[in-house]
Antibody, heavy 118, light 108 residues
């Protein structure tokens, strides 16, 4: 059974930084692309970033490009999202997801809440 | 930037067929995926590659594609199907992915 456990969320001031982690189990982590998706309170889903399983290629939404960095440690079965220069509009639940060959999420974690406020 | 357009809401009575549409210019060339999100829960994949159903998803869920529009059909909708539904796809110029704005399905 695929399990994804996010952590690292919390309250941070505007301009601050936070690193999210997602520990994966139940599948061969290194073989799969992984994706971060966020959902602001009361709003819809927003694709944030993805990383391939094969060569570690990374992709970002325009709204986070240059501020967020996705990475993975295949030896630890862990996905990361380093978030810098945080803004109020980054406030959301952040989900990590195992992704298929077309980078579509096919299994999701339960999410971690990030709140950017002073 | 690329957009996928969904109706904000759809309402049906129990046992009726619910159809949720999603339109986007790249959909003739790119697969669409559908996610169900119930209140307070993480999303669940219900349709992939336009019309394929993952294991464990009831047969009443189906997907189809025609031109720049894809459709999620729930045949004989039940109260447990009340949820927000999102389509997902990629722009032909890539590489980035987008979700539609979501459709709230009410079964009453």
């Amino acid at each position: 059974e695929v399990q994804l456990l996010e952590s690292g969320g919390g309250l941070v001031q505007p301009g601050g930084s936070l690193r999210l982690s997602c520990v994966a189990s139940g599948f061969t982590f290194s073989s799969y692309a992984m994706t971060w998706v966020r959902q602001a309170p009361g709003k819809g889903l927003e694709w944030v970033s993805a990383i391939s399983g094969s060569d570690g290629s990374t992709y970002y939404a325009d709204s986070v490009k240059g501020r967020f960095t996705i990475s993975r440690d295949n030896s630890k079965n862990t996905l990361y999202l380093q978030m810098n220069s945080l803004r109020a509009e980054d406030t959301a639940v952040y989900y990590c997801a195992k992704s298929g060959s077309s980078f579509h999420p096919d299994s999701w974690g339960q999410g971690t809440l990030v709140t950017v406020a002073s | 930037s690329y957009e996928l357009t969904q109706p904000p809401s759809v309402s049906v009575s129990p046992g009726q067929t619910a159809r949720i549409t999603c339109s986007g210019d790249a959909l003739p060339k790119k697969y669409a995926y559908w996610y169900q999100q119930k209140s307070g829960q993480a999303p669940v994949l219900v349709i992939y590659e336009d019309s394929k159903r993952p294991s464990g998803i009831p047969e009443r869920f189906s997907g189809s594609s025609s031109g720049t529009m894809v459709t999620l059909t729930i045949s004989g909708a039940q109260g447990e199907d009340e949820a927000d539904y999102y389509c997902y796809s990629t722009d032909s110029s890539g590489p980035y992915w987008v979700f539609g704005g979501g459709t709230k399905l009410t079964v009453l």
